[in-house]
């Protein structure tokens, strides 16, 4: 079954912007802590946004230019990605931490196995 599909994703030019979506089956709620990771080849994964409940948190280098949101009703979950920079290309991935008193961004996984969407910045 599907449980979440990510979508979004494209080619810009360094500057241009993109807003990625999660959007979680009737069947999965978005959970209490919910972000994104990104990975680019021969990289390994980074955290890059998480919220939970209300509180949203970044990783450094894309603080004043990424917003991570959530709409409840639409069962969705968001990052808008402004700014944007040739070091941001990578696959992103809806990620989970199933321990609300963890909650990371290094702990953070795409824990329902989404197929992630490809974001590519050109300089």
């Known amino acids: 079954q599907v449980q979440l599909v990510e979508s979004g994703g494209g080619s810009v030019q360094a500057g241009g912007s993109l807003r990625l979506s999660c959007a979680f089956s009737?069947?999965?709620?978005?959970?209490?802590?919910v972000g994104w990771v990104r990975q680019a080849p021969g990289k390994g994964r980074e955290g890059v946004a998480l919220?939970?409940?209300?509180?949203?948190t970044y990783v450094d280098s894309v603080k004043g230019r990424f917003t991570i949101s959530k709409d409840n009703d639409k069962n969705t979950l968001y990052l808008q990605m402004n700014s944007l920079k040739p070091e941001d290309t990578a696959m992103y991935y809806c990620?989970?931490?199933?321990?609300?008193?963890?909650?990371?961004?290094?702990?953070?996984?795409?824990?329902?196995w989404g197929q992630g969407t490809q974001v590519a910045v050109s300089s």
């Open positions: 990620a989970t931490d199933t321990r609300r008193s963890r909650c990371t961004l290094s702990t953070i996984s795409p824990n329902y």
């Open positions: 009737r069947f999965l709620y978005i959970p209490y802590c």
């Open positions: 919220i939970s409940d209300t509180t949203t």
